[in-house]
């Protein structure tokens, strides 16, 4: 089987019985599939593999540690240990000389780990993320019934039901294929269509799109048994994808890691002359190289010591935690959106949807239910006396009744002239009207009704819409499976979004041919000629009639009621074309339509997308509905879920109907876009061209859409949503987020927590960079003015540990908040820092500069150190200007979690990994003072020097609260620089 289908052997498959030949040799009924025994299921996965094939192993945990140890820095360090602990040996000995470079060493050999773990715990999440995506549900026909099942699970003699925009889930032939057209792109590169039959082109390709129509498939390999397999296993998905923030902030550090070299080298320089001037002393006060008399090993030594600081200098001036930060926020946030629904595809998308400024919204799905749900209430009908002659004929006087209650339901119909007050009642149609309403229901639809063989309820799927038409059907009468044999399919025109309709051509047994049509209602009707009565006689239709059920449809469309038409005509057996190839080209006739009825069919709108539509309103969000239903359903459901706000709002251009809007001029298009809220009868085209003139006009557009039409849509938007459960797979191809649910209140939570994304990004830049000034100004001033540094390599390491791997996993996961909600998009420009983090930056960087530079040249005096030995008092000043130094980024982080509020410590006991951080951060630091002291160069502090440490520390509190209470612009500060220099270019004289 598997040689079939990987050579497309047609002559041996014909040998073999063709199709079905096919079939029998797989134990496998073309029309019920397999039984759904787990036993057989197991059996065909051991004979025949497994839907799945190898996946090349991701990056080792070794291969990250080698990339940390690439970065150039801590290459530079490593160096400096090297030299350190090479030149300490030598001249203090084993015993004492290793610590400097030993210290420093271990500090990079921590950093490297950190490092390394967190970036392959992220790998390993956007592994597991990305084989959700693959994991694809599709339905299978099992025992006869329909089935969804994951597409790892199909087993070879699987039948599949196929429509246009799923992907092919295997190998196979078609069984049935009615209009039957696969894009064999991703396979052939050739981008033509190729037509299929279970005749003479019956091979399908896993991976492949339906582009077209609908039919049957018999899998006959699976997994690495097919050509999709093979080519999956021979690559590996490249999960390194870098999102535009990311690629904003690796210039951000490499700018300025240029600019923290720079300073270095210019501070190395500084110290070696003050150095070989003899202008740097010892903590005694002693030249520390005099000429003549200070040996070569002492002076390299000194050297060292004065390139260790200015390797320092550029470790704490390289904010390496930017793109870290950004990794460890898009894998939580890419986490929790899980649970919220929202499968992300594409790594920009996250942060981009914090910029939406407006949201172009389906309506069927999306806004209202579009689901089906069975309740069966089962009772013995003789004592309720519930039956009707119908049910007594169909089953017996003592028959149980399911009754089922379905949510998408034809509700309302219109038929014979007037409307049938009781739409499920039989009695109400005529004969005539009821068999071809039932052979038109049975035949012209993509679902399937199940009926169980040991009895119960019949199973009725397909779209929300078709399982209502077809439960009416049943309702009426049909049986299924009698009205599908009672006639042969010669041709069929499969829905299309831009015609709004669909249809077929059937051969009866006695050699009539009748043309079903079904579709939008009011479009249809156009179509209409004449229907039929009462008394089955079929009447032209007149200026009277056509009225009467144009104001029918506007009558149910005011209620929010989808109206779908369903007409017929015949056709003449001698015009039918004869030949396969004529066959594929006939269109069908679409004029001279006999209406049959006209339902409507209640989809009620979501309870919970009023509120998150309000949500969306209140975050600066417009919500717009673009659907391709009639525009008085659309403006009912859009009234009912707050896209519009009143009757007032009724009018144009508020509301407009596609056609409209595709015959405006470009420039009128792009005036317009701004004002529509609601959209109806569009085109995917339409769709098209409303986003185009969206971003135009500067908007950031988020796009939901299901249908394979709605593709281009959502490629061209700046973020795409697909539907989850009525998406096609075309669809969720070609969008950045899958929504699992089908619920606009889940794209709401991915607004959300795209917000949450960008926020969180700027609480860690502000963190960060507020260390990166104070640390830099610190170590440059002192470096300069006396020749030695109060902040040495290892304590800046600790701190660049502070900053890089764990203020990253403080601030980057942080939950959103409803504030988010509260504030206005970002916008598609808006810079990184604004002016309120430039404010609170500003304000605690300049604290602890002032401060810790008053404690480096005044420490001594102030803490009343006198007292002690120079070198006591040297290393007791500088380990208490290294305690408040790291207890200010820890007390500065609690501010950076809310850069705009007073309230610092909102929501901070549900943020378990941040108090847990904090605490870690707070216990290694007593650690590294009281027992590390070697390691990093410290003595232990007294009870009053911790409390000055921590009281330093505090200070940044009240300082950012006060900070909070300095007003700065709305205009960004960088904008008044860049328009003085736009005016210094603009020559005199215009």
């Keep these: 089987m598997v040689a079939i289908s990987r050579n497309h052997d047609l002559s041996l498959l014909q040998r073999i019985g063709g199709v079905k030949g096919t079939a029998e040799k797989l134990k496998s009924n073309p029309e019920k599939g397999l039984s759904n025994d787990e036993t057989d299921l197991v059996s065909r996965k051991k004979a025949f593999g497994s839907n799945t094939y190898p996946r090349k192993k991701g990056r080792s945990f070794w291969r990250f540690v080698w990339e940390a140890c690439r970065d150039t820095t801590l290459i530079i360090l490593m160096v400096a240990a090297a030299a350190s602990l090479a030149l300490g040996i030598k001249t203090e000995g084993i015993k004492e000389g290793w610590y400097d470079g030993g210290s420093i060493a271990l500090a990079v050999l921590i950093v490297i780990v950190f490092t390394a773990i967190s970036d392959y715990k992220q790998s390993l999440q956007f592994q597991n993320l990305n084989e959700e995506k693959q994991n694809i549900q599709m339905e299978v026909i099992r025992g006869g019934q329909r089935i969804k099942v994951s597409i790892f699970e199909m087993v070879v003699g699987d039948v599949v039901p196929l429509k246009i925009g799923d992907q092919v889930p295997a190998d196979g032939l078609v069984i049935t294929g009615h209009s039957l057209a696969i894009d064999e792109s991703s396979m052939t590169g050739e981008s033509k269509i190729a037509h299929k039959d279970p005749t003479r082109v019956p091979f399908l390709m896993s991976g492949c799109k339906v582009a077209d129509g609908y039919g049957t498939m018999l899998v006959t390999s699976v997994g690495i048994n097919t050509e999709w397999g093979l080519l999956m296993a021979s690559i590996s998905e490249d999960n390194g994808e870098e999102t535009p923030l990311q690629v904003r902030l690796n210039g951000v550090a490499t700018f300025i890691g240029i600019v923290g070299l720079s300073v270095a080298i210019v501070v190395l320089l500084v110290l070696l002359i003050r150095y070989f001037k003899g202008q740097t002393k010892d903590p005694d006060g002693r030249a520390e190289f005099t000429a003549g008399k200070t040996s070569v090993g002492d002076a390299i030594n000194g050297f060292v010591k004065m390139f260790t600081v200015a390797v320092t200098i550029v470790v704490v001036a390289v904010p390496e935690g930017l793109p870290l930060a950004v990794t460890l926020t898009l894998a939580y946030s890419m986490r929790k959106m899980m649970a919220d629904k929202a499968l992300v595809r594409r790594l920009s998308a996250c942060e981009t949807m914090g910029s939406a400024t407006t949201i172009c919204s389906d309506k069927t799905g999306t806004l209202t239910l579009n689901q089906v749900f069975l309740i069966s209430f089962v009772c013995f009908c003789f004592y309720f006396g519930w039956q009707t002659p119908d049910v007594v004929e169909a089953h017996g006087s003592n028959s149980y009744i399911f009754l089922i209650f379905v949510q998408m339901t034809v509700v309302e119909a219109h038929a014979c002239g007037k409307k049938i007050d009781a739409p499920d009642n039989k009695s109400l149609f005529p004969p005539r009207v009821i068999s071809l309403l ?50 042969v399919i010669i041709r069929t025109f499969p829905f299309n979004s831009e015609k709004k309709r669909g249809g077929l051509a059937l051969k009866l047994s006695d050699s009539e041919v009748h043309v079903h049509w079904k579709g939008a209602a009011e479009i249809l009707l156009e179509s209409c000629s004449s229907y039929i009565d009462a008394n089955d006689c079929e009447i032209q239709m007149d200026e009277d009639k056509l009225s009467h059920f144009k104001k029918a449809i506007d009558h149910m469309a005011a209620r929010s009621l989808r109206c779908v038409a369903i007409t017929y005509r015949l056709f003449e057996v001698e015009k039918v074309p004869t030949s396969d190839e004529e066959l594929e080209n006939w269109q069908l006739p679409e004029g001279d ?67 409209d809007f595709r015959n405006l001029t470009e420039t009128q298009r792009l005036e317009m876009a701004d004002k529509i809220s609601v959209m109806g009868r569009s085109s995917p085209n339409d769709k098209l061209l409303l986003v185009q003139a969206l971003r135009k006009r500067g908007h950031v557009v988020a796009v939901t859409g299901d249908g394979t039409n709605d593709a281009p849509a959502l490629h061209e938007a700046d973020i795409g949503l697909a539907m989850g459960i009525q998406g096609t797979e075309v669809a969720k191809e070609s969008s950045y987020i899958i929504i699992l649910d089908d619920n606009f209140a889940s794209v709401v939570k991915v607004v959300r927590w795209g917000r949450s994304v960008y926020a969180n ?131 500065n982080e609690f501010n950076a979690r809310k850069p705009d509020e007073m309230n610092v410590w909102k929501g901070l006991t549900k943020n378990h990994l941040f108090m847990g951080i904090i605490a870690l951060e707070v216990v290694l630091q007593v650690i590294i003072i009281f027992f590390l002291q070697k390691f990093a160069s410290t003595v232990r502090l007294s009870l009053e020097l911790w409390l000055v440490s921590i009281g330093i520390g505090f200070v940044s509190w009240p300082l950012a609260i006060l900070g909070k209470l300095i007003p700065v612009p709305d205009k960004h500060f960088l904008e008044y620089f860049k328009k003085k220099s736009d005016q210094q270019r603009t020559p005199s004289g215009g």
């Excluded at 049975?442 to 399982?467: C, H, M, R, W």
């Excluded at 309702?475 to 009672?486: K, P, Q, T």
């Excluded at 969306?616 to 391709?628: D, E, L, P, S, Y």
């Design 438 to 487: 039932i052979e038109g229901i049975a035949q012209n639809t993509t679902g399937s009704v199940f009926v169980p063989e040991g009895g119960g309820a019949l199973e009725v799927s397909g779209s929300p819409t078709e399982k209502a038409i077809l439960q009416w059907g049943v309702n009426l009468g049909m049986d299924f499976s009698a009205a599908r044999s009672d006639s």
């Design 593 to 659: 339509l006999i209406l049959l009825a006209i339902v409507g069919i209640k989809d009620p709108c979501r309870p919970e997308v009023r509120d998150a539509v309000q949500l969306c309103t209140n975050a600066g969000v417009k919500v717009r509905m673009v659907t391709g239903d009639n525009l008085q359903t659309a403006i009912a459901i859009a009234l009912e879920c707050g896209i519009l706000g009143s009757n007032k709002d009724v009018s144009e251009p508020n509301i407009i109907e596609g056609k």
């Design 761 to 891: 990004i700027q609480k860690f830049i502000q963190f960060q960079l507020t260390v990166n000034v104070a640390a830099l100004t610190i170590n440059v001033v002192a470096a300069i003015s006396s020749g030695n540094v109060p902040l040495n390599a290892v304590q800046l390491l600790w701190v660049n540990l502070i900053m890089d791997t764990l203020g990253a996993l403080a601030l980057a996961t942080e939950a959103p908040t409803d504030h988010l909600m509260h504030m206005k998009p970002v916008g598609r420009r808006e810079p990184l820092i604004t002016n309120i983090m430039w404010r609170n930056l500003l304000i605690q960087a300049l604290y602890q500069v002032t401060v810790l530079l008053v404690l480096n040249f005044r420490g001594r005096s102030i803490l009343n150190l006198d007292h002690e030995t120079n070198d006591r008092a040297f290393k007791l000043k500088n380990t208490l200007i290294f305690n408040a130094f790291v207890l200010c980024q820890i007390f």
